[in-house]
């Protein structure tokens, strides 16, 4: 009888310590879990995504520069949170179907944020494939307006402004600058060609006493435009305003040039870019186009751009301070969220401010970056310049 009651002290103390084991456990692992999910081993990868190649690589390669700054600078203080970051980089040549490839290889690959796309129309292709994967994505040139607007994209996020802030820029200079009161306008029939010259004609027939004297696409790639070039001049236009990129617009612009056509041409950030200065050659002199405004005189923008020439050895091309200041937004959200949740990056963005050669940005509740807008420049002896 002895013997049993030890043996069932026995039993019953070592039920006591297991259950006890098992409580430390209950209390213990959750910790342990949280903090294995939370804190990642191996390299943080961002995913760059863009034009790389073919006629608008102009766009893209310098995006892919400027997060390569960035991250360099961020890797030599120790990387964040004590990750190294590692870049992965997808082209979609700003193709709509190149750029969900490009989108599907970035997640299979594992990134973890995205700073592009470039495009409009590439970007709004690659944008499900991200929000299914719950990745913040970050473009510094991606302006159509329902990108943000739309409220379809809470993963998405700017450093550049919308189409409709562009298009008012745009129609604004023309009537009260360039007083045209009968405009022809022209598209590229793209996501942000036809975007923002949709918005143009809206704000021009809200207007009394302004005419929309032609609104007409165009097929890009095209060799030839005098067909649309020949209409614009019947319609007895007295100014031109162009939805689109530099290819289709240095054309257009050449041929009305070499018609006689002397109307202004004023367009956007697609064509405000050193490439087509150098295609169009002197048909560019007097071009307008809408870009972001300049902030050459930012000790930051100063920096990024010396450090540009002394790594790559020439000036960055377009849209190069805006994918430097996408990086910076990128690299401080995931510093300040503390890991990768997608929850938290994105409460970082709208809340915690960055200082970037943009200026000190957040971004608004729709992701557009607070305090970012467009100015006039003009093409004046092979350049361009901001228009006062």
């Given at each position: 009888?002895a013997?049993?009651?030890n043996?069932?002290?026995?039993?019953?103390g070592?039920v006591?310590?297991?259950?006890?084991?098992?409580?430390?456990?209950?209390v213990?692992?959750?910790?342990?879990?949280?903090?294995?999910?939370?804190?990642?081993a191996?390299?943080?990868k961002?995913?760059v995504?863009?034009?790389?190649?073919?006629?608008?690589?102009?766009y893209?390669?310098?995006?892919?520069?400027a997060v390569e700054?960035?991250?360099?600078a961020?890797n030599?203080a120790g990387g964040?949170n004590g990750?190294?970051?590692?870049?992965?980089?997808?082209d979609d040549?700003?193709?709509?179907?190149?750029a969900?490839?490009?989108?599907?290889?970035?997640v299979?690959?594992g990134?973890e944020a995205i700073?592009?796309?470039?495009?409009?129309?590439?970007?709004?292709?690659a944008?499900g494939?991200y929000?299914?994967a719950?990745?913040v994505?970050i473009?510094?040139s991606a302006?159509?307006?329902?990108l943000?607007?739309s409220?379809?994209n809470p993963n998405?996020f700017r450093t550049?402004g919308s189409?409709?802030?562009q298009a008012?820029?745009?129609?604004?200079?023309?009537l009260?600058?360039?007083n045209?009161k009968n405009?022809?306008?022209?598209?590229d029939?793209?996501?942000?060609?036809?975007?923002l010259a949709?918005?143009?004609k809206?704000?021009?027939?809200?207007?009394?006493?302004?005419a929309?004297?032609?609104?007409?696409?165009?097929?890009?790639g095209a060799?030839?435009y005098?067909?649309v070039?020949q209409?614009i001049k019947q319609?007895?236009?007295?100014?031109?305003?162009?939805?689109g990129?530099?290819?289709?617009?240095?054309?257009i612009?050449?041929?009305m040039?070499?018609?006689?056509?002397?109307?202004?041409f004023?367009?956007?950030d697609?064509v405000k870019d050193?490439t087509?200065?150098k295609?169009?050659?002197?048909?560019?002199?007097?071009v307008?186009?809408?870009?972001p405004?300049?902030?050459s005189?930012n000790?930051l923008?100063?920096?990024?751009i010396a450090?540009?020439?002394?790594v790559?050895?020439e000036?960055p091309?377009a849209?190069?301070?805006?994918?430097y200041?996408a990086a910076?937004?990128?690299?401080?959200?995931?510093?300040?969220a503390?890991?990768?949740?997608?929850?938290?990056?994105?409460n970082?963005?709208?809340?915690?401010p960055?200082?970037?050669p943009l200026?000190?940005?957040?971004?608004?509740e729709?992701g557009?970056a607070?305090?970012?807008?467009f100015?006039i420049?003009?093409?004046q002896?092979?350049?361009?310049v901001?228009?006062e």
């Amino acid at each position: 009888m002895a013997r049993f009651k030890n043996a069932q002290s026995l039993k019953k103390g070592f039920v006591l310590t297991v259950a006890a084991v098992a409580f430390v456990a209950l209390v213990v692992l959750p910790a342990t879990s949280f903090a294995a999910k939370d804190t990642k081993a191996g390299p943080l990868k961002i995913g760059v995504g863009g034009a790389h190649s073919g006629d608008l690589a102009s766009y893209g390669l310098p995006t892919v520069k400027a997060v390569e700054l960035v991250v360099k600078a961020k890797n030599d203080a120790g990387g964040i949170n004590g990750r190294m970051i590692e870049l992965l980089t997808q082209d979609d040549a700003c193709k709509p179907e190149m750029a969900v490839n490009a989108a599907s290889k970035l997640v299979t690959d594992g990134a973890e944020a995205i700073i592009g796309h470039i495009c409009s129309g590439a970007t709004n292709a690659a944008l499900g494939i991200y929000k299914d994967a719950k990745l913040v994505v970050i473009s510094p040139s991606a302006t159509n307006t329902d990108l943000t607007h739309s409220g379809n994209n809470p993963n998405f996020f700017r450093t550049i402004g919308s189409d409709y802030a562009q298009a008012k820029s745009i129609v604004d200079f023309s009537l009260k600058n360039l007083n045209a009161k009968n405009i022809a306008v022209i598209h590229d029939k793209g996501d942000y060609g036809k975007g923002l010259a949709e918005l143009a004609k809206s704000l021009l027939e809200a207007t009394p006493g302004v005419a929309v004297a032609l609104f007409e696409g165009v097929t890009p790639g095209a060799v030839d435009y005098s067909a649309v070039v020949q209409k614009i001049k019947q319609s007895k236009a007295d100014a031109v305003i162009f939805g689109g990129y530099h290819p289709e617009a240095s054309k257009i612009v050449t041929q009305m040039r070499r018609r006689g056509m002397k109307i202004p041409f004023i367009s956007d950030d697609g064509v405000k870019d050193d490439t087509f200065i150098k295609v169009a050659g002197k048909y560019a002199e007097g071009v307008y186009a809408t870009g972001p405004k300049d902030t050459s005189k930012n000790p930051l923008t100063i920096k990024a751009i010396a450090d540009h020439k002394r790594v790559y050895g020439e000036d960055p091309g377009a849209f190069f301070i805006n994918a430097y200041a996408a990086a910076q937004a990128l690299v401080n959200a995931i510093e300040k969220a503390g890991s990768t949740d997608f929850d938290k990056i994105v409460n970082a963005l709208h809340n915690e401010p960055v200082e970037t050669p943009l200026g000190n940005i957040k971004f608004d509740e729709r992701g557009d970056a607070i305090g970012v807008g467009f100015s006039i420049y003009q093409v004046q002896n092979g350049v361009y310049v901001e228009m006062e």
